[in-house]
């Protein structure tokens, strides 16, 4: 079955630039997306179609995607950005969708 | 607004089927062009994709899954649901419904509701 493999943990200091990878070797012809889930909280939609910002959405949260890896980046990153993050997106089929393992950002 | 909210049992004994419903409140399941989806996510681990429905009641399955797991729409109670059978311990989840778009390069989730957690024990 696919996969999407993203690193367990990254830290920063506050003001830091916080990147967070995810590999999958559909990523080249698929959109990988970004979800943001604070403890006991439903995840929240931070970026789609690699590199789009919903509204409300800050703008140190930006994506990439380069060949079979998509990257998730946090410039200046704050307290407030503690979560884990997940990506998201569909297998060569387009039918199934497929979650990242899941990265715990910590911001100390 | 739009507002998604799960509901069901949140004990269920192993070996029997699961069943959750996903009331969607503040507008027509059926309006727009958007699928309905569920995803688990067990204590401490990460998210799961279960499968999708669209209002016609096309289906798509995670594969892993696809042999349990039944989705179903009731257009008419603005309600889709979840069946997911001979469940296992390993079925423990906090189960979440979620609205889902469709793009040409891929699925996006854009609304959720706040979960429910369905423990798996006799």
């Known amino acids: 079955s696919y996969e999407l493999t993203q690193p367990p943990s990254v830290s920063v200091s506050p003001g830091q630039t916080a990147r967070i990878t995810c590999s999958g070797d559909a990523l080249p012809k698929k959109y990988a997306y970004w979800y943001q889930q604070k403890s006991g909280q439903a995840p929240v939609l931070v970026i789609y179609?690699?590199?789009k910002r919903p509204s409300g959405i800050p703008e140190r949260f930006s994506g990439s995607s380069s060949g079979t890896m998509a990257t998730l980046t946090i410039s200046g990153a704050q307290v407030e950005d503690e979560a884990d993050y997940y990506c998201?997106?569909?297998?060569?089929?387009?039918?199934?969708?497929?979650f990242g393992g899941g990265t715990k950002l910590t911001v100390l | 607004q739009v507002q998604l909210q799960e509901s069901g049992p949140g004990l269920v004994k192993p070996s029997q089927t699961l069943s959750l419903t996903c009331t969607v409140s503040g507008g027509s399941i059926s309006s727009g062009s958007y699928y309905w989806s569920w995803i688990r996510q067990p204590a401490g681990k990460g998210l799961e994709w279960i499968g999708r429905?669209?209002?016609?009641?096309?289906?798509n399955y995670n594969p892993s899954l696809k042999s349990r797991v039944t989705i179903s729409v009731d257009t008419s109670k603005n309600q889709f649901s979840l069946k997911l059978s001979s469940v296992t311990a390993a079925d423990t989840a906090v189960y979440y419904c979620?609205?889902?778009?469709?793009?040409?390069?891929?699925?996006?989730?854009?609304?959720w509701g706040r979960g429910t957690l369905v423990t798996v024990s006799s």
């Open positions: 998201y997106s569909t297998d060569s089929s387009g039918n199934h969708g497929v």
């Open positions: 979620a609205r889902d778009t469709q793009q040409q390069l891929g699925w996006y989730f854009d609304l």
């Open positions: 429905i669209y209002t016609s009641g096309s289906t």
């Open positions: 179609e690699d590199s």
